[in-house]
């Protein structure tokens, strides 16, 4: 491999130079908005020199021109996904699910009931939202349709076929499991699977947040955007969170993460509950 190991910290198998690490921070902050704090450096260097070895290219600037001259390319494709976090598990955060269906209680059953959730991860956010619903309306088909994006089509793949290892759910009440799962057998033992009905309620397709390409979607009764923000700089929060309240519903929730704090938009939303926010104004903006 070309390259001089660096003395710290450990041994590199690639030059991994300050120049590099500050082009990466700017690469994947002007292609998704994410801000790379500078001490992150070890983790994007252990993430991307796998992209190296898979390029067969010998060095950073050499990986990173590349990228460059790619356009919107599947190395685009690879570069996000190596570089974005998905830490998920079901019903995380479970104070929101609650007031979810108490608040999709009070709506107007007329049309679909539509809930959007910014990053899906690997499927266990939209389908805990699908449960939830379900077992409030005591039924695997309610009036609901779910939008589940993410940036990331790796862990896309994964939420759309809906099969987890068992240890995943080991910590949901037994009449979940037995209610909306499926265990594997055979070859598939230890293995279990949203089932078929909950499944459909479900539509998953990759977005990039910082695009314009999902501003054609239709107004949304409840946004879950949780742990999505912190990714971002407060600029970037502000622009994204204008184009997403531009599409919740006049009486819509807005759901964050237990770490993100809307307040600075105070113009946009109010704070409802914990980390859960409702517009400031039930009037839609044109941006």
């Known amino acids: 491999m070309a390259g001089?190991?660096?003395?710290?910290?450990?041994?590199?198998?690639?030059?991994?130079?300050?120049?590099?690490?500050k082009r990466v921070q700017s690469l994947i902050y002007a292609h998704a908005g994410i801000s790379i704090a500078d001490t992150k450096e070890e983790m994007v260097y252990s993430r991307l020199s796998r992209r190296l070895r898979a390029t067969?290219?010998?060095?950073?600037?050499?990986?990173?021109?590349?990228?460059?001259?790619?356009?919107?390319?599947?190395?685009?494709?690879?570069?996000?996904?190596?570089?974005?976090?998905?830490?998920?598990?079901?019903?995380?955060?479970?104070?929101?699910?609650?007031?979810?269906v108490q608040h999709l209680a009070g709506l107007s059953r007329e049309r679909p009931l539509r809930i959007w959730t910014c990053a899906a991860s690997t499927g266990e956010e939209p389908y805990s939202i699908a449960m939830a619903v379900a077992e409030a309306f005591e039924t695997l088909s309610p009036p609901v349709q779910i939008l589940a994006t993410d940036i990331d089509t790796k862990v896309l793949a994964t939420a759309a076929a809906g099969v987890y290892d068992a240890k995943r759910v080991a910590d949901l009440p037994t009449g979940h499991v037995r209610r909306f799962f499926q265990r594997g057998s055979g070859g598939n033992a230890g293995q279990?699977?949203?089932?078929?009905?909950?499944?459909?309620?479900?539509?998953?397709?990759?977005?990039?947040?910082?695009?314009?390409?999902?501003?054609?979607?239709?107004?949304?009764?409840?946004?879950?955007?949780?742990?999505?923000?912190?990714?971002?700089?407060?600029?970037?929060?502000?622009?994204?969170?204008?184009?997403?309240?531009?599409?919740?519903?006049?009486?819509?929730?807005?759901?964050?993460?237990?770490?993100?704090?809307?307040?600075?938009?105070?113009?946009?939303?109010?704070?409802?509950?914990?980390?859960?926010?409702?517009?400031?104004?039930?009037?839609?903006?044109?941006?």
């Open 192 to 287: 279990v699977r949203i089932k078929p009905e909950l499944a459909a309620l479900v539509r998953f397709r990759p977005l990039n947040l910082l695009t314009s390409e999902w501003r054609t979607l239709k107004p949304f009764d409840a946004i879950f955007c949780r742990n999505v923000m912190i990714y971002f700089d407060k600029p970037t929060q502000y622009t994204v969170l204008r184009k997403l309240t531009d599409l919740m519903e006049p009486d819509a929730l807005f759901f964050a993460g237990h770490s993100e704090s809307l307040l600075f938009a105070s113009d946009l939303v109010r704070l409802r509950s914990h980390t859960v926010y409702e517009r400031a104004s039930a009037d839609r903006r044109t941006a």
């Open 56 to 100: 067969e290219l010998p060095t950073f600037e050499d990986y990173l021109s590349y990228l460059e001259t790619e356009g919107n390319g599947d190395e685009w494709e690879h570069f996000t996904n190596a570089l974005t976090t998905n830490l998920t598990s079901f019903f995380r955060e479970s104070h929101h699910f609650p007031m979810l």
């Open 4 to 21: 001089e190991a660096a003395a710290e910290p450990g041994r590199r198998d690639f030059q991994f130079r300050p120049r590099d690490f």
